[in-house]
């Protein structure tokens, strides 16, 4: 009976270890899976002539998940392809008006993440020294564009329109 309990706790001990060790081995920058009523607007770099730059020629890309309808307007942004510790601003076009919002450096291998919940929407501190528009709350029904900009061009643009609904 002890040998048999003994030989069970050891089996489940390797299995939760190696449990850990297998789920922890996700690919760098790689998001978890989006839940369920989360919707996705793809990133893409364009050329002159308005074509999608794939990453295999060189261009970046990006997706972003969000919620749809909340309190907040959450969100996750993944973005690869570029250029490794250049500062990148996310610009966000609520409607009309245009917020930088956040500034992130690019990691060693050209990849940005931004995981946040806006109650707001206004301009971040890195906004250069123009004049920012008035913050808006997130109540009510908005058209989102997101917009990665490097040196005030767009690298990243959305290839389509966020919903939100805030309530």
Do not use: K, N
């Not at 996705?40 to 969000?66: E, F, K, M, N, T």
Request: proline share 8%; charged share 15%.
């Amino acid at each position: 009976m002890v040998v048999r309990l003994a030989r069970g706790a050891v089996t489940l001990g390797v299995t939760v270890v190696l449990g850990i060790v297998l789920y922890g081995l996700q690919p760098q920058g790689a998001p978890a899976p989006p839940p369920t009523g989360v919707q996705q607007v793809s990133l893409v770099q364009r050329d002159r002539a308005w074509q999608p730059i794939p990453l295999s020629r060189g261009g970046a890309a990006g997706s972003v998940w969000y919620d749809a309808d909340g309190r907040a307007f959450a969100f996750q942004l993944r973005a690869a392809g570029l250029v490794p510790q250049a500062r990148y601003v996310l610009v966000l076009r609520v409607d009309s008006t245009e917020y930088a919002t956040a500034c992130r450096v690019a990691d060693a291998h050209g990849e940005i993440a931004i995981d946040t919940a806006l109650t707001t929407f206004a301009a971040g501190t890195c906004a250069d020294d123009a004049p920012a528009p008035p913050p808006q709350p997130v109540r009510g029904a908005y058209d989102i564009t997101f917009h990665i900009e490097c040196g005030h061009a767009d690298i990243l643009l959305a290839d389509g329109l966020a919903h939100f609904t805030g309530r």
